[in-house]
């Protein structure tokens, strides 16, 4: 199996969609935490969902998902960038069981964040119901928010993860039932099919009486976009007076990237160099 997002659209119909598979990337996801089993399916869960939506997206920049908890789980956040490169990180205290999403998160959101290298940033904030999952979630939130009728399958087991999404384009001429027909078809997907056959061999089990046209593969791949810029960016968030009283405590100061585990380091030096020509900064949110 190899990483592969391949988008598919249906001739005769305003129909389109998008099929993707991760090994590599999902692997190299869990190698940097270990994880409990619930959240690596989760995680899983989201890194197929994420590539998925962002390949809808016509747009240069990333797509970031955060599922925000008070309960066993208190973060989860997967980024895939317009270039297909997925991170992914989370935050759990204690034992995480194996219960519903909403009994994991507590009081909790899911936001979906898109973050165009250029422009404005949009976010959405995803409500869910009880016992929904991930794929229940998401089709909800592009029903509402994005008016595009949308539907999503998600799977993952032993370090794989896939997913696939078909999509009621806004516009279009065609079969005015193929829409009905493509759910009803795409219900039979197991997660047998979805994880362990070639992606052209599931749409074509699924789709062979359709005509559909498969587009080039895409390969989504493990990128981190941590720098040790973007880091001082945040000591400088932190603020001045905050960073100082650290440094006066320990000598220097250590960050590590919570997506890839690169550390940073900054001495007094640094940290000079760092804040030369700026005042005390207020504090804000910490992100690399």
């Known amino acids: 199996m190899t990483d592969t997002l391949e988008r598919f659209l249906f001739d005769d119909a305003p129909v389109r969609g998008e099929i993707v598979q991760l090994d590599a990337t999902f692997k190299e996801v869990l190698s940097r935490q270990d994880y409990p089993p619930v959240l690596r399916h989760l995680i899983g869960e989201l890194l197929a969902a994420a590539s998925l939506l ?3 997206l016509k ?5 970031i998902m955060q599922l925000h908890g008070t309960g066993a789980v208190r973060l989860i956040v997967v980024e895939c960038t317009s270039d297909m490169t997925l991170r992914a990180t989370a935050r759990w205290e204690g034992e995480v ?3 519903s999403l909403a009994e994991l998160l507590g009081r909790g959101r899911f936001v979906i964040t898109l973050e165009p290298k250029e422009g404005e940033t949009y976010q959405g904030i995803v409500g869910f119901e009880p016992g929904q999952r991930v794929a229940q979630i998401i089709e909800h939130y592009m029903e509402r928010s994005e008016q595009l009728a949308t539907r999503l399958w998600l799977s993952c087991r032993d370090g794989r993860a896939a997913g696939m999404l078909v999509q009621k384009m806004p516009a279009g001429t065609g079969d005015p039932d193929a829409w009905e027909r493509v759910q009803k078809l795409s219900e039979t997907l197991t997660d047998d099919e979805l994880l362990d056959l070639p992606v052209r061999e599931t749409l074509y089990r699924l789709f062979h009486q359709e005509q559909v046209r498969v587009f080039d593969p895409v390969a989504p791949r493990f990128a981190c976009t941590c720098s040790r810029e973007r880091v ?4 400088k968030m932190v603020g001045r007076h905050e960073v100082n009283e650290v440094l006066a405590e320990r000598g220097d100061i250590d960050v590590t990237c919570e997506f890839c585990g690169k550390p940073y380091h900054f001495d007094a030096v640094d ?3 760092l804040f030369a020509g700026h005042g005390t900064d207020a504090a804000g949110p910490q992100v690399h």
């Open 54 to 56: 962002s390949a809808t």
């Open 59 to 63: 747009f240069d920049g990333t797509l």
């Open 97 to 99: 069981p194996d219960v």
């Open 232 to 235: 001082g960016g945040m000591l």
């Open 271 to 273: 940290v000079a160099q």
